[in-house]
């Protein structure tokens, strides 16, 4: 199950905040407050969050001047909070660097639905930022150690994964056993090379025979190599 998102509530009024508290935890969010805007400045750049809620009225530090201050250091998303509704109110808050603006009074629904929006977007956007490698259908994410083919994830080990991404990185070139053994396993491995034929002999397996996606060649008596 893939953890929650967190979320950071920036205030300083009780009954707004523990609104909104309440609606997003409903909704599968983690949360917390902060109605102060120095402290929540602090915790916007020390803490991990994914999306920040940010009142511009607060104590200690406006939102703007917050907003303006992260941007600084940080892309995280900042949804603006604020009984201002002049158009040059939003304006700025955007060119500050918000990412959305809702007026008070507002719905939970709106702001869920503006939340919604904007972390689908980023995930997007990782997604494509995302360094990946690809050989035929097979879609590596070395960031991650996964490999997919057609959306589907390959149920590979730590090592099967290793051995397939140093020979997707090489291709098309012939790695040799002991080459193989080096980066995969490391130098002081005590193990014979003829465990690379068997980590190969698992990879076929579970990728060329599952999927019929002929990519790891046997070139006699050198090693193996990669190729579309």
């Not at 607060?58 to 603006?80: A, F, N, T, Y």
């Not at 709106?110 to 690809?134: M, Q, S, T």
């Not at 590596?140 to 149920?155: C, M």
Request: aromatic residues 8%; negative net charge.
């Amino acid at each position: 199950m893939e953890p929650k998102e967190k979320i950071l509530i920036v205030e300083d009024e009780k009954n707004i905040a523990r609104m909104l508290q309440i609606e997003l935890d409903k909704s599968g969010y983690e949360t917390a407050i902060e109605k102060n805007g120095r402290r929540a400045y602090e915790r916007i750049i020390q803490e991990n969050y994914d999306l920040v809620l940010l009142d511009v009225m607060l104590p200690g530090m406006d939102g703007m001047e917050i907003c303006k201050s992260v941007r600084q250091i940080s892309d995280i998303p900042i949804i603006m909070l604020t009984a201002l509704f002049e158009t040059k109110d939003k304006v700025n808050g955007l060119d500050l660097g918000a990412n959305d603006y809702v007026t008070k009074p507002f719905s939970t629904e709106e702001v869920l639905a503006r939340i919604r929006g904007i972390l689908k977007r980023r995930k997007e956007e990782l997604r494509k930022e995302e360094k990946r490698l690809v050989i035929g259908s097979v879609i590596l994410y070395p960031e991650r150690y996964e490999a997919r083919i057609n959306s589907e994830v390959i149920d590979l080990t730590h090592k099967e994964f290793e051995l397939l991404l140093y020979l997707v990185e090489n291709k098309p070139n012939v790695l040799s056993r002991e080459q193989i053994i080096q980066k995969v396993w490391g130098y002081d491995f005590l193990g014979y090379t003829n465990v690379v034929d068997v980590y190969i002999s698992y990879l076929r397996t579970k990728i060329d025979d599952k999927y019929n996606e002929k990519h790891i060649q046997t070139v006699r008596g050198v090693g193996y190599k990669c190729v579309d």
